[in-house]
């Protein structure tokens, strides 16, 4: 259910970016999706992926180094501009992944 919720907010109605998307389906709290603004389109600290940022910001360390292990195994890279470019993984496939990475965890 979250990982369709995140598909259907990224670019939605509510015009969530990457790393919005993954707050608002996995947190409740409004204003914490709201500050996730900034770090859509590859403007995360380090120019890691939106989702991945999100993702990982939801989760405590032990939880958010497994996370991020795990994607890239999936994709072959965290950072935005290797993942659309390099290797050539979409938005949406950045985002379906990560909630489905993130509700293995968080389960």
Known sequence: MRVRRAEELFHGKEGYNCA????AAFSKDALDIENYRAF?????P???CGAVYAGASLLNKEQSE???KAFRQQTGAL??????R?????CKDCIKISAELLNKIMD
């Open 86 to 90: 390099d290797k050539k993984v979409p």
């Open 20 to 23: 919005q998307a993954i707050a």
């Open 66 to 68: 497994t996370f991020k």
């Open 46 to 48: 380090e120019n890691t």
């Open 79 to 84: 950072k935005c501009r290797e993942l659309k």
């Open 40 to 44: 859509g389109g590859g403007r995360a």
